[in-house]
Structures are given as structure tokens and as C-alpha cells.
């Protein structure tokens, strides 16, 4: 297959990336990369997927979020991560859906955020929880066989700079996490929440 992975230089999407490259034709995108992309910007996806053309996955694993405490949340601060890490997926299979081969497949990145809370995570929570109702919405109205899930991991055991704020959550090794997004491509499930820890 031919799959784009969007965010394959950071540590979700390499490993979705390394997961994939040893059965399929993985295309690597970010905003630096040599294909880049800013999933923020319509013009710039629509810009990459014309490049690119006709694949048979799409991957995302971007979204950045703003972490303050409730009281110190602006509107600001929801629509940064809103229009980043909801938005900016949901956009991507708007826009690349005529892009995707009968069957094809959109893998979107959540995270554990969505089922369990931390402090400071009020607005990665709402992303996540939004954007997994999406999945499950948008996999019932996607034309052509076409297959949408999320993988939604616990923090990673390598990101070690974020562990202080997961006490006691389950850290999960970046290459299981990159075997969901292989079973997500390859795999037949459809408006599926891959969780993992
Ligand atoms: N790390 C964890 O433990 C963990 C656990 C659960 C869920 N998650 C979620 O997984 C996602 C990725 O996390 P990560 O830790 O892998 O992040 P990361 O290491 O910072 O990587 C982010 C990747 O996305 C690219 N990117 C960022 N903004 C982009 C944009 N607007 N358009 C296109 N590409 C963009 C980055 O490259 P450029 O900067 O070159 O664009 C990079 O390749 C986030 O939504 C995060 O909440 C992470």
C-alpha cells in the first residue's frame, strides 16, 4: 500500500512509520520534512496530497495542545488546540477523502486524555474526545469502503519528559503503538478507538 504518514519525525509517527515500512510504500510529511504539510493550513494539504496523489492510508500523528490549569484557560488557549489537533485532522480527511483508493484508510492520533484526566489537560482532553466522536461519526457516512479509527495511546515510555505528569498511568512502548496504526491500516475495523495503557 501506499501511506502517508503525517508527523513521521515525531516519536508517534516514527514509530508508525518504522511499523509500516516494511510492507507498504510509506510517504513521511510534516512541516519540516522533505513533503511537508502544516495540517493547520487547507492550502498546504491540498498543496502536499496534489504532490503526492492517489494513496491507500493516511496516517496523522500530529496535535499540539496548550497545558494550564482550568482557572488560567482562555477561549484562546481552546480554540489553539481546537483549530491544531481537532481541526486540523478532521480537515485532513475532508479534504483528502478524493485522494484515497476504494478501501482506503484514515488513522487519526487521540490520546489517553480523552478517558482519563490529568492536571492541566482540560483542553487535550476535549481535542481527543472530540476528535474520537468524530472517528466514530464520520466512519458511518465515508463513501467508497473507506475506513476511519483513532489510536489513542497512554504516554509513551520513552517520552520521558512527560511522565511526571502521568502518575501512575501505564506507559506504553512506542512500537506497540506503532503496531495499532499497522493494525489500523491493514486491518479491517472501521470507526475504531485503538487504546492503548
Ligand atoms: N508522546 C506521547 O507520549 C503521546 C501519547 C499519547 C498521545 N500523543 C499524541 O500524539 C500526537 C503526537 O505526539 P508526539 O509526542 O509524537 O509529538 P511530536 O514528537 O512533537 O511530533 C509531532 C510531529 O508532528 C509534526 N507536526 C506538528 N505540527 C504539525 C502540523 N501543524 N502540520 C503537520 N505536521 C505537524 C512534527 O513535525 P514538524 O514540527 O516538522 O511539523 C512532528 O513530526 C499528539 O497529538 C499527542 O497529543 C502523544
Known amino acids: ?22 510492507r507498504h510504500e510509506v510517504l513521511e510529511a510534516s512541516r519540516s520534512g522533505e513533503l511537508r504539510v502544516d495540517l493547520t493550513e487547507a492550502g498546504s494539504m491540498e498543496n502536499l496530497l496534489q504532490q503526492v496523489g492517489k494513496l491507500d492510508a493516511i496516517v496523522a500523528c500530529t496535535g499540539a495542545v496548550p497545558f494550564k490549569p482550568l482557572a488560567d484557560l482562555s477561549e484562546e488557549d481552546f480554540k489553539a488546540g481546537f483549530m491544531d489537533k481537532v481541526l486540523g485532522q478532521v ?18 492520533t487521540t490520546g489517553v486524555l480523552a478517558r ?33 479509527n483513532a489510536v489513542s495511546p497512554s504516554v509513551l515510555e520513552e517520552a520521558t519528559n512527560y511522565h511526571d505528569y502521568f502518575p501512575g498511568f501505564t506507559k506504553v512502548p512506542a512500537e506497540a503503538v506503532g503496531q495499532a496504526y499497522l493494525k489500523s491500516v491493514e486491518g479491517i475495523q472501521t470507526g475504531k478507538v485503538f487504546s492503548l495503557g
Open 116 to 148: 482519563e484526566p490529568i492536571n492541566t489537560g482540560v483542553v487535550a482532553s476535549l481535542a481527543n474526545g472530540a476528535l474520537e466522536s468524530f472517528v466514530m461519526a464520520a466512519a458511518a457516512e465515508l463513501p467508497r469502503g473507506l475506513r476511519i
Open 1 to 22: 500500500m501506499k501511506v502517508l504518514v503525517i508527523g513521521a519525525s515525531g516519536r508517534l509517527g516514527a514509530a508508525a512509520a518504522e511499523a509500516l515500512a516494511d
Open 91 to 108: 480537515n485532513l480527511v475532508r479534504l483528502a477523502t478524493p485522494y484515497l483508493n476504494d478501501g482506503g484508510s484514515f488513522t487519526l
